[in-house]
């Protein structure tokens, strides 16, 4: 673990009362003692330093020295990330978990996900919009990742380009008259922020196409092999970040 993330209720209270899920990662998987101490963030952003007093109850004061109550110490890129949201089409199954999983490991700013015509599950129930906020939680812990913890939202592919602050990219998977490559996108875009727009396994349709350009949104062709639904962003957001470090 690199960074412990506090429920999403924790208002800056001294004392925070473990859930069992939280005891069981931090006293049974991680093997941590009554007087450890380690970086805990909330879901502002803001750091703590978080001492265990019992098995079900930490102790958190405001952190200055992030680095200096880290459990680990290995390498980790420290400098600012540029924001990227991911718009990402529901998938089939767990396909959902493995996205969100990679997408908060590589840092994105928000994974939001969409429906579109392609789409074989138009929703989530409660447990799967649970399910993902925790696999995000648990993939921020891990990798130290700045995402945002945010509850799991899903909007119509018709809602992304006014929900989004940034310029919007969708990937197609044939050329169409006005895709450009990512690279040629990306250098179009004065300062480094851009939403991206993933479709399920069946792509995004052409009537979906023509919506999103003609609300401003550009249609990208990546240079590679054909790639999976789940495979496709986080191949995406590698690039970004590539190209603009």
């Known amino acids: ?18 859930r069992k899920r939280e005891k069981d ?12 101490v380690f970086t805990c963030r909330d879901t502002k952003d803001n750091y703590y330093s978080a001492t265990i007093v019992s098995e079900d109850m930490l102790t958190i004061s ?16 420290r400098e600012k990330l540029p924001p990227i949201r991911v718009y990402q089409a529901i998938c089939k199954g767990k396909k959902n978990e493995q996205i969100i999983r990679m997408l908060t490991e590589a840092g994105v700013e928000e994974t939001i996900f969409i429906t579109s015509t392609f789409c074989q599950e138009k929703t989530f129930n409660d ?3 649970q399910r993902l906020y925790d696999i995000q939680r648990e993939a921020v812990q891990q990798s130290g990742s700045k995402t945002k913890v945010k509850p799991i939202r899903t909007i119509d592919i018709s809602e992304v380009v006014k929900d989004s602050p940034y310029k919007v990219l969708f990937l197609h998977q044939s050329s169409r008259g006005d895709t450009i490559s990512l690279s040629k996108a990306l250098s179009l875009i004065e300062e480094k922020q851009v ?7 069946g ?7 023509e919506a999103l350009e003609g609300l401003g949104a ?21 690039a970004i970040e590539t190209i603009w470090s």
């Open 127 to 129: 447990h799967d919009k």
């Open 218 to 238: 550009t249609p990208v062709l990546l240079s590679t092999n054909i790639l999976r639904a789940e495979t496709a962003g986080i191949f995406a957001v590698g």
């Open 203 to 209: 792509g995004i349709s052409d009537e979906e196409c």
């Open 25 to 36: 990662y931090l006293i049974k998987v991680l093997r941590l003692k009554i007087g450890d």
């Open 195 to 201: 939403s991206i727009i993933i479709g399920s396994e």
């Open 62 to 77: 405001p952190c200055e020295d992030i680095e200096a109550t880290l459990l680990d110490h290995f390498s980790s890129y």
């Open 1 to 18: 673990m690199r960074i412990f993330i506090l429920d999403k209720a924790y208002s800056g209270e001294k004392d925070y009362i473990l």
